[in-house]
């Protein structure tokens, strides 16, 4: 089992920046895929970004040239770094880990508010 602790999130103007954390209670090496996923009122938790054990990186088209996630093994942490931040960014900000590309672990999300 993996638990996932998010934080980072809060208030923030349009135009500005924010780095989401995620501390996993075991080391990543062995994690395939970590990613972070959004979720809004009514609406499904969508991908945001993923990051494989092999170095992929994948991206939404709406985040592409703003958001970077990395991986930092030393610190068995995947960080968010959101910059240009739109309004249309909050939402709730979950951290999950794919192990064995079977099962999946959820964070408790954390939540970010872009204000116009």
């Known amino acids: 089992q993996v638990q996932l602790v998010e934080s980072g999130g809060g208030l923030v103007q349009a135009g500005g920046s924010l780095r989401l954390s995620c501390v996993a209670s075991?080391?990543?090496?062995?994690?395939?895929?970590m990613g972070w996923y959004r979720q809004t009122p009514g609406n499904q938790r969508e991908l945001v970004a993923a990051?494989?054990?092999?170095?992929?990186?994948n991206y939404a088209d709406s985040v592409k040239g703003r958001f970077t996630i990395s991986r930092d093994y030393a610190k068995n942490t995947v960080y968010l770094q959101m910059n240009s931040l739109k309004t249309e960014d909050t939402g709730v900000y979950y951290c999950?880990?794919?192990?064995?590309?079977?099962?999946?672990?959820w964070g408790q999300g954390t939540q970010v508010t872009v204000s116009s």
């Open positions: 999950k880990a794919t192990v064995g590309a079977v099962y999946d672990y």
């Open positions: 075991r080391s990543i090496l062995s994690i395939n895929i």
């Open positions: 990051a494989t054990s092999g170095g992929s990186r």
